[in-house]
């Protein structure tokens, strides 16, 4: 099931290549830009939000998707194209703390992610289809195309990692 197989890819493409960093260098980066902790941060609590609201829905009845027509232009060019537009800021709920916790923050995108994990691997195909949760700016998506989302949205941030780990003087696989 691709679902599943994005899933299992996003753990490995966000912790591994910031396994073993020092604190200073989870918490140092360029003037104005997020450090390596805050953007980890960013995907933890994205991805277990949206699986907590999925776990919670789960048992609603099936509803029709919402979306105004530029939503459903932008959901369908981030999730076939695989691209974020710059200029998308992050919601109230995702904008990482001053100074996260590493460990909770890792904590908390592996236990968001086994989650989504769970739900994907239980739920019978047409309630992954058809419980929807809003996106600020693709409109309502349902569990594939959230899961679809959070790879695609790791893999954006993951290019700003990348630039810190080579800003702080780190090997970059």
Do not use: C
């Not at 974020?84 to 923050?105: C, Q």
């Amino acid at each position: 099931m691709k679902i599943t197989r994005q899933l299992a890819r996003l753990e490995p493409m966000v912790l591994h290549p910031v396994h073993g960093l020092s604190d200073e260098e989870w918490h140092h980066a360029p003037a104005g830009s997020w450090t390596v902790a805050q953007i980890v941060e960013h995907l933890a609590v994205s991805v277990d939000l949206v699986a907590q609201l999925f776990e919670e829905r789960g048992e609603l009845p099936p509803r029709r998707r919402r979306s105004r027509p530029h939503e459903t232009v932008l959901r369908h060019l981030v999730l076939l194209s695989g691209r974020i537009p710059r200029g998308l800021n992050a919601v109230a709920a995702a904008v990482p703390s001053d100074e996260p916790e590493p460990d909770m923050a890792t904590a908390q995108f592996r236990m968001g992610v086994e989650l989504m994990r769970y739900l994907a691997e239980t739920w019978p195909s047409e309630v992954r289809e058809s419980v929807f949760l809003r996106h600020p700016y693709l409109g309502d998506l349902n569990l594939p195309e959230w899961v679809r989302f959070h790879y695609v949205h790791s893999r954006h941030h993951m290019q700003e990692i990348r630039e810190r780990l080579r800003w702080l003087g780190k090997e970059v696989a």
